[in-house]
């Protein structure tokens, strides 16, 4: 059944919709501005309301961020929010932790030629394909004792440049204790400092692997999108992100897929074939995100029922 109080809203902003089949209303674009009614949304659901311009191939599955990204006014906006299901990322955003680096923290330009923990540290980061120009990038460095001892030290900074977060790898693998997460939260934008928010973007599990893809990668930390990084991607201008994390999070990674593609982005679910990107490398990676096409609903719907 069609919901004419949806219709009637979406025609206050578009203009008058022409009614086609199961339940679909055609419009004149508001991105591409196409001569004829090529954009067409469906009006049979409350919750997912599907539309998609069949000319640009802008699309999403939600009222809400068409008439937002159709540059609605805010009284429309905020009639349709009271009549569909959306999630509001920007609601009650907690305010930032205070993050201060270990203070034994060192970085590698201070290294001196006796000082075998420093050096042990670069074997290791070589190792990792970790380069001199990431090293000095992002301010990488190591501890020599307390808390964080013979660990490597990733920071990661906002876009003011102010330290949001850490992680501390050790590099000493014959270590039981192979990383200690500070006691912060992990509600951040890693490596927000770096980001292009209108170029695509690539989710990644860790700070290795944001590091081995080099040109805006972001790490989730785990396996999970915090809200802040949520919120950040919803509102901004990025169209493409490809999401590439290791096998055991595709049960996540096809949930982030559904509620990015329900923001009208488009998503690419990039195939790891058992590897991570730290593993495989820049040039490797680099490739397998280049052959990787976007996911259709078709395409999402067939990767959900494999977790069924």
Known sequence: MINHLLVN???SVLGAGKSTARGNQAYHCPFCHHSKPKLEVNFTDGQKNPWHCWVCNKKGTNLVTLLKQAKAPDDKIAEIKKHVSYRDYRDNIKPAEAVKL???FKPFVDISKGDMTGRQAISYLKRRNVSKADILRYNIGYCD???YDKMII???YSHEGTLNYFVARNFNEHSPVKYKN????KDVVPFELFINWSSPLVLVEGMFDALAIKRNAIPLLGKHIQRELMKKI?????EKIYIALDKDAQKDAVKFCEQLMDEGKEIYLVDLEDKDPSEMGFKAITTLIQKT???SQYDLMAK???FV
Not at 182 to 185: F, K, L, N
Not at 234 to 238: C, K, L, R, W
Request: net charge positive; proline share 19%.
């Open 293 to 295: 096409t976007p996911l």
């Open 234 to 238: 919803v509102t901004s201008q990025v």
């Open 145 to 147: 004792g307390g808390v």
């Open 154 to 156: 990733i920071p990661s």
């Open 304 to 306: 959900k029922l494999q």
């Open 102 to 104: 270990p203070k034994e």
């Open 182 to 185: 500070p006691p912060m939260s």
């Open 9 to 11: 809203i979406v025609n």
